[in-house]
């Protein structure tokens, strides 16, 4: 989704009678997997009512196997006692939850397809102030013949690929909410961080960061909101690995913009933004990297 398609779509303010809103929303999931691999996401809204997710570029379009984003645009009515709304055959229906549903077609067959499920029930939270969605805890089953095709991507790699979407788009308003919704998933699981995934974190990183700062994006705002994303990481002596060539290449690879763009680099940094992370202690650790 670019961001002319984001302001196109726009239907926030639409009034469709004088308490009932028109509103566009937008869904994400990540997912590893081949460029030719065929298969469909699909939300399942009151569980008969389905919506397909359409995929996005590459992150990385050198690899076989890469992350997706894949992303559903769903139009809303919403009414002055917030209660949502589909318009489904010719008329509004009421919605409560939805769940998601991987499927795939069947090799030599063209409409038997096999089903994976993730059987959480979801809500749409806030809708009438929230316009994107970035999915951290999908998870399709394996079904009684096998798993699913493509894999999950790693939960805190998920932080850098979201937030390097953002940035390739220049959608830097919507990072708040990203990391919003992001802290409420890692307090809600209780989730934690171990070497591994500090590394996979990194590795995704650097492998993707040429996509996140093409040469047409705000070279300092994408520092900036580079900084807040590693501040969000829990980060302890356990967790911590200096030795990581993911962790110094990363780091080397910015380090030398961010001395040469500190001044506007901070000057851009609001009052409201330090409810995110300690920016400036962010940078110290990028410097401390740096010098081991």
Request: glycine share 2%.
């Amino acid at each position: 989704m670019s961001k002319e398609n984001d302001i196109t779509n726009d239907l926030d303010q639409q009034m469709i009678n004088p308490k009932q809103t028109s509103r566009t929303i937008y869904f994400y999931i990540l997912r590893n997997t081949t460029v030719d691999e065929k298969f469909k996401i699909k939300a399942y809204f009151n569980n008969d009512i389905k919506y397909t997710f359409n995929r996005a570029e590459v992150f990385d379009e050198k690899k076989n196997n890469s992350p997706y984003i894949y992303c559903l645009e769903l139009n809303l009515i919403i009414d002055d006692q917030d209660r949502l709304y589909i318009n489904y055959q010719n008329g509004l229906v009421p919605i409560e939850h939805y769940r998601l549903r991987l499927s795939r077609k069947i090799p030599q067959t063209d409409r038997t397809f096999r089903d994976y499920n993730d059987d959480t029930f979801r809500y749409i939270d806030n809708a009438r102030f929230t316009k994107h969605y970035f999915l951290f805890d999908v998870n399709f089953a394996k079904n009684f013949v096998d798993s699913p095709p493509g894999e999950n991507v790693p939960f805190w790699s998920q932080l850098c690929l979201y937030t390097f979407y953002l940035l390739h788009y220049q959608m830097f308003d919507h990072f708040n909410i990203l990391i919003d919704q992001f802290k409420k998933v890692v307090q809600d699981t209780n989730r934690t961080l171990i070497r591994e995934e500090f590394n996979d974190f990194f590795q995704s990183c650097i492998t993707h960061l040429s996509y996140a700062i093409p040469p047409s994006t705000d070279q300092t705002m994408a520092e900036k909101l580079i900084i807040c994303m590693t501040g969000l990481l829990p980060i302890i002596k356990t967790n911590f690995d200096l030795t990581s060539h993911f962790v110094i290449n990363f780091t080397l690879a910015l380090i030398d913009d961010i001395k040469e763009h500190y001044d506007n680099l901070f000057s851009i940094v609001s009052v409201g933004d330090w409810h995110l992370v300690d920016i400036r202690k962010s940078y110290d650790s990028i410097v401390k990297i740096c010098r081991c």
